[in-house]
């Protein structure tokens, strides 16, 4: 009987329409009592009293009504009157389980077949776990979210870039030519630059400044220099049509080799094999291990060949002209091969080419004023993966494996040094500094530091890219290990 009683006062608290029982009396209630209780000897003294200045204002009361006496009723509740009303309301806009029940396996259904899955079990932002990867020569152009392998800058928190230069020599008299390649940074750390009819060496790591060359006649002047893989010899090309081979160790010239009709200005080595490209348009390749040193020569180019370099893994070599022509040849022997492709999307000189040293089938190629366009390939299909306009002439590519960044030198109007992030070729940092165009970039053996050379006749150095202390280096056997088998 209890639980219907608290029942029927609830139902009553909620009921507005019900007669107020326990409310102060209404104004004109109060009156009509106060008039009947009013008896012949008090009406005399009001007469009486009437007759005298009134003490106070007419027409207003004396006190203000109690909470007894008020014309208005305020219904108090507690909170716990509130809460069981919230719940009854609540309550009441409840579906039936039975039709819960019955619609959730349909509203899975629809979803299913809608959104191709449970929407009920979808995560909007999941910020749990690892992202996928993105299959193997995946380029995000449409800059989907997919994570690229994880590089040094990644993992670590901060990676700072001096915008200026660790170290600036001097170099007098370089020839403020484009088509010519004047620097090489070789791996037993020994910096080549070509001045004037000079070829001077500068030893990075004691500092000491060697001269191993100076051409006969002061007409004539270097036009390209070009370290072996181990960094023992240095190939030099000139305006006389000559290709020349030093040892560095003994200062020692070891053979000139003739055959072009034009000046050397390119040169590029593959184990025993030196490629040098000269203003005819002719590709030589010379054995340089024989007597008899040309082994065939590449004829595409209708002008002169100013960029020319072999792939990583040696498979391929890319040259590009002042015809605007990009050509990519095979690792072949022998007379009349052509060419594998033949890129012509570049609207100017392409001097500037780079192979990825960690995707030998990735060339860069960069135009000149004209063009003034980042290009990457795909050498195995000869399909062209992006390009960006870098509005400035491209004198120089260069890829930076530490960080996994690609490096150009910029002429015409911008004369800097720019770090492109590979493959996304957002820009990481500019390296301003020169007062004329920078001609040449050469990455130093650890790839912790990139040189430009500029027609302000000064070289740059920019450490950029200090080495990844988190990566451990890989070990490498001695030769003699690698004989015994």
């Not at 009303?85 to 819960?100: R, Y």
């Not at 995000?140 to 928190?157: A, D, E, F, R």
């Not at 290709?243 to 050397?264: A, C, F, I, N, P």
């Not at 650890?446 to 430009?452: E, H, I, L, N, P």
Request: glycine share 8%; aromatic share 8%; charged share 20%.
């Amino acid at each position: 009987m209890a639980q219907f009683g608290f029942e029927n006062d609830i139902h009553n608290v909620l009921r507005l329409d019900m007669p107020i029982t326990n409310a102060p009396m209404a104004r004109w209630q109060r009156k009509a009592s106060t008039s009947n209780s009013l008896s012949p000897n008090k009406s005399v003294n009001r007469s009486i009293s009437l007759s005298k200045t009134p003490s106070k204002t007419p027409g207003k009361t004396q006190n203000t009504p109690s909470k007894a006496g008020g014309d208005r009723f305020i219904p108090t509740r507690n909170n716990k009157q509130m809460d069981v009303a919230s719940f009854l309301i609540s309550k009441e806009n409840e579906p039936l389980e039975e039709t819960a029940a019955f619609s959730a396996p349909n509203q899975k259904a629809w979803s299913v077949t809608l959104n191709g899955y449970n929407i009920e079990e979808a995560k909007i932002l999941h910020l749990g776990g690892k992202p996928l990867n993105a299959p193997e020569g995946y380029q995000n152009n449409l800059k989907v979210l997919y994570s690229q392998v994880p590089t040094p800058v990644s993992t670590k928190k901060s990676r700072y870039i001096s915008s200026v230069p660790g170290r600036i020599l001097d170099a007098p008299d370089i020839r403020n030519d484009f088509y010519l390649n004047l620097m090489d940074w070789g791996r037993q750390n020994l910096l080549a630059v070509g001045l004037a009819n000079h070829v001077y060496l500068w030893d990075a790591g004691a500092g000491d400044i060697i001269l191993l060359k100076k051409m006969e006649d002061e007409n004539d002047h270097i036009c390209s220099v070009s370290w072996s893989k181990d960094g023992n010899f240095l190939a030099i090309g000139t305006s006389d049509c000559k290709v020349e081979l030093w040892d560095v160790q003994y200062q020692k010239r070891l053979r000139s080799m003739d055959g072009h009709t034009g000046r050397v200005g390119c040169l590029s080595w593959n184990d025993h094999v030196l490629s040098s490209g000269s203003r005819s348009g002719i590709i030589h390749q010379h054995d340089v291990r024989v007597a008899e040193h040309h082994i065939f020569s590449f004829g595409g180019h209708t002008q002169e060949v100013c960029g020319l370099t072999w792939s990583p893994d040696g498979k391929y070599l890319a040259s590009g002209g002042n015809d605007n022509m990009v050509y990519i040849w095979p690792m072949t022997t022998g007379s009349g091969y052509h060419a594998i492709h033949a890129l012509s999307e570049h609207q100017g000189a392409v001097k500037a080419l780079a192979w990825c040293p960690w995707q030998p089938s990735i060339l860069a190629s960069g135009g000149g004023t004209s063009d003034r366009h980042i290009r990457i390939w795909n050498a195995n299909s000869g399909s062209c993966i992006s390009s960006l306009d870098t509005c400035s002439q491209i004198s120089s590519l260069v890829f930076a494996p530490n960080y996994k960044e690609l490096v150009s030198g910029h002429g015409f109007a911008h004369d800097k040094v720019i770090i492109w992030k590979y493959p996304s070729l957002t820009k990481v940092a500019e390296l301003e500094g020169h007062e004329d165009r920078v001609l040449n970039l050469a990455l130093s053996p650890d790839a912790s530091t990139v040189a430009s050379v500029a027609a302000d006749e000064t070289i740059r150095l920019w450490e950029s890219f200090e080495k990844d202390p988190v990566k451990k280096p890989k070990p490498t056997s001695s030769i003699i290990q690698q004989h015994i088998r």
